[in-house]
């Protein structure tokens, strides 16, 4: 069982930076894809950065290089560095996570199996 806990959200200004942490725990084997997505208020969820156990990561365009997935597997850890914050990047962040059908593969728009409880992030203009 893959169980995801978030935490770092927040407020920052328009330009500024916020980086959300998560500890991920139970994922197994190199098909394991971590991540995040966010869902703003009247949105639907959308993907936002995967990163495969190579450490390989994969963007959506609205985030790329803006944003960096990065992993800790030592520590179990995920995070999201976000940096130059525009207001439509306000939303509810979730941590995921799922089973590839092949190693080392992440899509954006893979099933996602597993959640965290989110974390909110409000960027003003």
């Known amino acids: 069982q893959v169980r995801l806990v978030e935490s770092g959200g927040g407020s920052v200004q328009s330009g500024g930076s916020l980086k959300l942490s998560c500890a991920a725990s139970?994922?197994?084997?190199?098909?394991?894809?971590l991540g995040w997505f966010r869902q703003a208020t009247g949105q639907e969820r959308e993907g936002v950065g995967l990163i495969n156990q190579k450490g390989i990561a994969t963007y959506a365009s609205a985030v790329q290089g803006r944003f960096i997935v990065s992993q800790d597997s030592t520590k179990k850890m995920i995070y999201l560095q976000m940096s130059d914050m525009k207001p439509e990047d306000t939303a509810m962040y979730y941590c995921?996570?799922?089973?590839?059908?092949?190693?080392?593969?992440?899509?954006?728009?893979?099933?996602?199996?597993?959640w965290g409880q989110g974390v909110q992030v409000t960027v003003s203009s």
């Open positions: 995921a996570a799922y089973y590839s059908s092949f190693s080392y593969r992440c899509s954006l728009h893979d099933r996602v199996e597993y």
């Open positions: 139970g994922y197994t084997d190199s098909r394991s894809c």
